[in-house]
């Protein structure tokens, strides 16, 4: 009988419950410790709630794990192969440094770090490691970004032409995501999403012009980008929006409108999700997508790459370094209503 991956989940808040879930439904892994440095987490009495439908689902009570109310415990517990990090963006760099060094295997949430800076220490520790590394960049391998990105790397309608990503909230509340100093506001915490697929589809622009104004986090909680593309024969146009300054109420959505040559595809997740892709003499085509989110999807390949020994993807790991150089460009561009060019 082959040997469970065995998973230590280090921050039991929206994102760490919400992998507790997807680990209790995986074959060959299992919890066998959590740490967050709230008790009523660890005992289950209190829980946090996520803003898409399906997160959040995970249960203390429903896993047999030792419990730390210190996460460096967990991560020196020697029955851990992997250690799963859910704490906050500021405190990344420091578990993930302990993590590796002790020879554990690390998933680490988005986004990898608090600043470009310790991004790349995690890369070149994770060159010097034999274990493997991940950052949870999970719209990568969210269904309806994986269709795109193929559609726009097989060409099948053509050359994409433009690329416009838009994601919106209301402020999601708490003391963490109060504090920019903590989670680089909307920034950083939401809209890197957008930033890293761009980053994934058309590489690392060679500037960014932004607008944006601060918020409830008293960093910049609403940006509207450009990225600019004019060094290579790609020059798409491409702009994202993500804000969390929506009132109470208003929920979650998230949204791309792509148009390429032959064809518009236009993506929304409200209450419900849908793709369609527009071409001229045909009827609008509704895209059947693979069901689930892209946690479920990220965290299965990284399990399956520790199981069948594969080695870190550095290329990817490096991308989601960029991807907060790209952010830290936006906040330059605000600050100084300029176009930024991008330094990797």
């Not at 988005?110 to 520790?125: G, H």
């Not at 919106?168 to 920019?180: A, C, D, I, K, R």
Request: aromatic residues 8%; contains cysteine.
């Amino acid at each position: 009988m082959k040997k469970k991956l065995r998973v230590g989940v280090i921050g039991l808040g929206m994102m760490g419950m919400t992998h507790l879930d997807i680990y209790a439904r995986m074959d060959g892994v299992e919890v066998v410790a959590i740490s967050d440095a709230i008790q009523a987490r660890l005992d289950g009495s209190s829980q946090a709630q996520g803003n898409i439908s399906g997160q959040a689902k995970g249960s203390v009570e429903k896993v047999n794990a030792k419990q730390y109310l210190n996460g460096i415990d967990l991560i020196k517990d020697k029955n851990v192969d992997l250690v799963d990090v859910c704490v906050g963006t500021n405190l990344h760099f420091n578990f993930v440094q302990e993590a590796l060094s002790k020879g554990k295997h690390v998933l680490v949430e988005k986004p990898l770090a608090r600043t470009y800076s310790e991004a790349q220490q995690i890369v070149s520790l994770a060159k010097n490691s034999s274990k493997n590394i991940m950052s949870a960049m999970c719209l990568r391998y969210w269904p309806a970004w994986v269709w795109l990105k193929k559609v726009i790397d097989d060409k099948r309608y053509g050359r994409c032409l433009s690329l416009s990503c838009k994601r919106q909230t209301n402020h999601p509340g708490g003391l963490f995501y109060s504090s920019e100093e903590e989670c680089g506001g909307a920034l950083l915490d939401l809209h890197i999403h957008d930033t890293d697929f761009i980053n994934c589809c058309f590489g690392v622009p060679d500037a960014v012009f932004s607008q944006g104004y601060k918020g409830p986090s008293g960093g910049i909680d609403h940006v509207a980008t450009n990225y600019i593309y004019s060094g290579n024969k790609i020059n798409p146009l491409v702009i994202a929006e993500g804000t969390w300054t929506m009132q109470e109420g208003y929920g979650f959505n998230m949204s791309y409108t792509a148009n390429f040559e032959k064809a518009t595809a236009c993506y929304l997740l409200d209450q419900d999700e849908t793709l369609k892709v527009f071409q001229s003499g045909h009827e609008p085509e509704l895209v059947k997508l693979s069901e689930g989110m892209g946690y479920e999807y990220e965290i299965q390949a990284f399990v399956d790459e520790i199981m069948t020994d594969k080695s870190t993807d550095i290329d990817l790991l490096n991308q989601a370094a960029e991807s907060i150089a790209i952010i830290e460009a936006e906040k330059a561009s605000i600050e100084s209503c300029s176009v930024v060019a991008i330094k990797t």
